[in-house]
């Protein structure tokens, strides 16, 4: 017997003899995800992430109503106080409530017109 295990042998793979390739493999999978990153369907491109209403500057105020309410009803509402542009989420459980509300996004509003 030599003293190397057959099976070991069979099994052994020479990563440092194929590292060129490996580089190569690595590098293909970098690029490909940070332009992945940067790339969306649609449209243009080139207009990198798109970002959810969570990483956007601004005042986020929950709301939950009563009575069931839509999107456009609460897009009306908004858009009395000038916010025309203002995102609107649908929330399944607003500030622990357990009623189903509404998440808006405005630009950042001072504190007087937070008490609005």
């Known amino acids: 017997m030599t003293g190397v295990n057959p099976l070991r042998r ?11 390739w490996w580089f190569t493999f690595s590098a293909l999978l970098i690029v490909a995800g940070l332009v992945s990153l940067f790339v969306r369907g649609g449209g243009n491109p080139l207009h990198g992430l798109r ?31 000038g916010y025309e542009t203002a995102q ?12 189903r509300g509404f998440q808006v996004q405005v630009p950042t509003l001072t504190p007087a017109q937070q008490a609005e």
């Open 10 to 20: 069979l099994f052994s793979v020479d990563y440092m003899g194929h590292k060129k």
């Open 51 to 81: 970002y959810g209403l969570e990483f956007r500057e601004g005042t986020r105020i929950a709301v939950a109503f009563r009575q069931p309410a839509t999107v456009a009803d609460v897009r009306r509402v908004v858009s009395r106080f």
């Open 88 to 99: 609107i989420q649908e929330t399944a459980n607003v500030a622990g409530s357990g009623r």
